[in-house]
């Protein structure tokens, strides 16, 4: 208790005192033993101590930047050397808030990159995976499951195209938080966005599916339709 006593005043004396000398080792190094707290020295405050931690994550993050062949790990590329520069300049809560949204869209851009790769490695007779080109992809999804109780809702991530045989028709791909992942057809898909959307706690009523199944057969109907025509003019 002396100790923290001790430790409090020095605080207070050089809060008051801006011109009083900086606080002793003994004053800043206070632990509460207990808990065994790391101690926060004033270099981790303020804008240097952000930038500090900026710096520190991109470091962190450096090494699987690289191991996914992100542009950002390369000498070459000048998007690092930019950002590394401007960090070293900045001088503002705005600027580093900026230089951190930079950092999460390139950790973002190569997760993107690496869940579209994954998908494109999913090619066989049944056709490729695409993860553009449809508006219902990142359409969020709520889905019911006898083995659970109460809703899973998860979101549409990729597509596949329907082949021409009609046992072939359009997929989509929901993908749950836990990483667990199933493929819906548009019937499903159209049932899943209207659960989610009026926030339902239990299935939709049956005559709200006919309708959805019903809309899901004229969509695959005209795009059928359409597909047959762009075949007939490219012969």
């Known amino acids: ?30 632990v509460n033993k207990l808990a065994r707290t790391k101690l926060v020295a004033k270099a981790h405050l303020g804008i240097s101590g952000v930038r500090g931690e900026l710096a520190a994550l991109e470091g962190a993050l450096l090494a699987g ?10 000498e070459a590329d000048g998007a690092r050397k930019s950002w590394l520069h401007a960090l070293d300049g900045a001088e503002t ?36 995976w695409l993860t553009h080109g449809h508006a219902y992809l990142g359409q969020t999804l709520r889905r019911f499951f006898d083995a659970t109780p109460g809703p899973a ?31 819906l057809d548009e019937a499903e898909v159209l049932e899943a966005i209207q659960a989610f959307e009026q926030q339902a706690t239990e299935p939709l009523p049956e ?3 006919e309708a959805c199944a019903a809309e899901a057969a004229e969509r695959a109907k005209k795009a059928a339709a359409a597909r047959a025509k762009d075949a007939k003019e490219a012969a």
Not at 65 to 74: D, Y
């Open 153 to 183: 809702d998860s979101q549409i991530v990729a597509w596949l195209p329907a082949g021409d045989a009609a046992d072939e028709p359009a997929l989509w791909r929901g993908r749950f938080e836990d990483g667990d992942e199933e493929d």
């Open 207 to 209: 005559e709200q599916r």
């Open 1 to 30: 208790e002396p100790e923290l006593k001790a430790a409090l005043a020095a605080v207070d004396r050089a809060r008051d005192d801006p011109a009083a000398e900086p606080l002793s080792r003994a004053a800043m190094g206070y």
């Open 65 to 74: 930047l690289r191991k996914r062949g992100s542009s950002w790990a390369h």
């Open 93 to 128: 809560p705005g600027a580093l808030a900026s230089l951190l949204s930079t950092l999460e869209e390139v950790a973002h851009e190569t997760q993107d990159v690496e869940e579209g790769e994954e998908l494109a490695e999913e090619e066989g007779e049944e056709g490729k």
